[in-house]
């Protein structure tokens, strides 16, 4: 079974739109979706239950997929962002490449949903490439990580001080265990909200900034990037 687990707050706009393409999937296997909320005041829980989501109290990211998993009744976790959409036959093509391919822990590449090209064309170049790349040196895993439980738990699932890429640096500690892949055959489509909202240049650095502190195995625990849950979201409405 499958559990897909996704933390939120005050998504009311961008949630229904996954759980749309989750429920549009064509997958034959059973699984539960549940959301982790960190206190909306929105009508996010609402439309959560409206599409028979299961729901736990969560709260940051790392605190509210943890808080999933605790209930989860699958053998594997599927851990989305909110403001995500899905490929066409997404799971179906995850768990098939996932089993082929002999993985423990896996993350995707991600497409803007833009119509800007140039940006299209640099993004996949700057993250896309260059997480495949070096897949097998240096995990990545933002938006969407698959995991299978038993991983997760030796794991001891996402480290809840961490204040930014808790994602990325659960996958890390992840491959450390088992073999860890970028899932090809299926598609995430990414909001630019964050890009919009902070500038592209500034989120373009604080990244990087990110990914190189990283890359000397260390988490970021400091507040200095000023990461806030939910900072995007409220300039949604």
């Given amino acids: 079974m499958l559990s897909i687990i996704i933390p939120v707050l005050n998504e009311e706009k961008y949630l229904p739109l996954l759980l749309k393409s989750i429920k549009e999937q064509s997958f034959s296997q059973r699984y539960e979706v549940i959301v982790a909320d960190a206190g909306s005041k929105?009508?996010?829980?609402?439309?959560?239950?409206?599409?028979g989501c299961f729901v736990v109290k969560g709260g940051i990211p790392a605190k509210g997929r943890n808080e999933g998993a605790k209930i989860a009744k699958g053998d594997l976790f599927l851990f989305l962002d909110a403001d995500i959409i899905l490929s066409e036959r997404f799971l179906e093509n995850s768990l098939s490449e996932f089993k082929k391919r002999k993985l423990a822990v896996a993350s995707y590449c991600l497409t803007p949903r833009t119509n800007n090209l140039l940006f299209k064309l640099a993004f996949n170049f700057v993250y896309n490439n260059f997480i495949v790349v070096f897949q097998r040196i240096l995990a990545h895993g933002a938006m969407g990580i698959l995991v299978k439980k038993e991983i997760f738990e030796k794991v001891g699932g996402f480290d809840e001080s961490v204040k930014l890429a808790e994602d990325h640096y659960f996958v890390r500690m992840a491959s450390k265990f088992c073999k860890f892949g970028i899932i090809k055959s299926a598609k995430i489509f990414i909001t630019l909200r964050r890009f919009e909202q902070d500038g592209y240049w500034k989120t373009f650095f604080k990244y990087l900034l990110c990914s190189l502190f990283m890359f000397?195995?260390?988490?970021?625990r400091s507040d200095i990037f000023n990461y806030r849950f939910g900072h995007y979201s409220k300039k949604d409405k």
Avoid: Y
């Fill in 216 to 220: 000397f195995g260390k988490a970021v």
């Fill in 42 to 51: 929105d009508r996010t829980m609402e439309i959560a239950k409206s599409f």
